[in-house]
């Protein structure tokens, strides 16, 4: 989601991330962003940015969905121009 974007930047500052953090904050967001959780209803349950990090829910376990949606091809394509994106 695209909202409250201060709100997250506040929260994000707060945590103040190192590497390792930073990292594990990365991988729980790739975890998050193919779980069939976030992929129900259309993406109606992803929680707001700042919620997500102020909860620390890059720590929760998330059910991996069968199509899994690669970031980098995903903006290596917008990139490109390309319309149709394998998601």
Known sequence: RKRNKFDAMQVWNTLNPDDELFEAIMAGLDKAINSKEWKEQEGRFIPYP??????????????????????????????????????
């Not at 997500?52 to 991996?64: A, G, I, M, V």
């Open 50 to 87: 700042a919620t997500w990090l102020r909860k620390s829910r890059w720590l929760d376990e998330y059910t991996e969905d069968e199509i899994h949606f690669d970031r980098f091809e995903y903006m290596m394509n917008m990139r490109k121009g390309i319309d149709k994106v394998n998601i």
